[in-house]
T-cell receptor, first 112, second 114 residues
Framework: KNQVEQSPQSLIILEGKNCTLQ??????????LRWYKQDTGRGPVSLTIMTFSENTKSNGRYTATLDADTKQSSLHITASQLSDSASYIC???????????FGAGTTVTVRA | DTEVTQTPKHLVMGMTNKKSLKCEQHMGHRAMYWYKQKAKKPPELMFVYSYEKLSINESVPSRFSPECPNSSLLNLHLHALQPEDSALYLC?????????????FGPGTRLTVT
């Protein structure tokens, strides 16, 4: 069964600090992995996308890593800001398939 | 234009009402999707249209009726909904690239059924 598991479920960090979110997947055949940021009551916005051959991708203060052998990904947020408070969702795609496999998300709260 | 738009942003309706959600994109994407998302849960796929034809229906109750009038528009007609249908309804469109349907999400419609 295709599954995407994220940890932790939620975390609270102080403004300016760094944090790392984890994603493990069993989706096969793997096509790509995306990290989305979703503000409460809004649609998901793509942060990074990585294919099988890529092991790191950055978007500003967000850096994603992918280990296709162990089927693990992480999202690192550097120098967090209050606006980083959101849910971060790991999403894995299968080749030529409309359906996506979503993780349950990690809720990040940044406090001043 | 690189975005998916959805209207209305918020909708409150009674169980006997008929309403519609609208989604629009002008990126030339030929697949469009409806998702339902409850609080603190990931989006759940409802319908997929490919080249204006219904391709996937994830066993959605008939009180939800999708329509794709043209390649840029996607509607979701609502009738006789239940309070448990209250959720964020997300529309997405996708481009086929590198053997993958790369999906772009709209901002969502927050639906409350009273």
């Amino acid at each position: 069964k295709n599954q995407v598991e994220q940890s932790p479920q939620s975390l609270i960090i102080l403004e300016g600090k760094n944090c790392t979110l984890q994603c493990n997947y069993t989706v096969s055949p793997f096509s790509n992995l995306r990290w989305y940021k979703q503000d409460t009551g809004r649609g998901p916005v793509s942060l990074t996308i990585m294919t099988f051959s890529e092991n790191t991708k950055s978007n500003g203060r967000y850096t994603a890593t992918l280990d296709a052998d162990t089927k693990q990904s992480s999202l690192h947020i550097t120098a967090s800001q209050l606006s980083d408070s959101a849910s971060y969702i790991c999403v894995v795609s299968i080749s030529n398939d409309y359906k996506l496999s979503f993780g349950a998300g990690t809720t990040v709260t940044v406090r001043a | 234009d690189t975005e998916v738009t959805q209207t209305p942003k918020h909708l409150v309706m009674g169980m006997t009402n008929k309403k519609s959600l609208k989604c629009e994109q002008h990126m030339g994407h030929r697949a469009m999707y409806w998702y339902k998302q409850k609080a603190k849960k990931p989006p759940e796929l409802m319908f997929v249209y490919s080249y204006e034809k219904l391709s996937i229906n994830e066993s959605v109750p008939s009180r939800f009726s999708p329509e794709c009038p043209n390649s840029s528009l996607l509607n979701l007609h609502l009738h006789a909904l239940q309070p448990e249908d209250s959720a964020l309804y997300l529309c997405a469109s996708s481009i086929y690239r590198d053997n993958n349907y790369e999906q772009y999400f709209g901002p969502g419609t927050r639906l409350t059924v009273t």
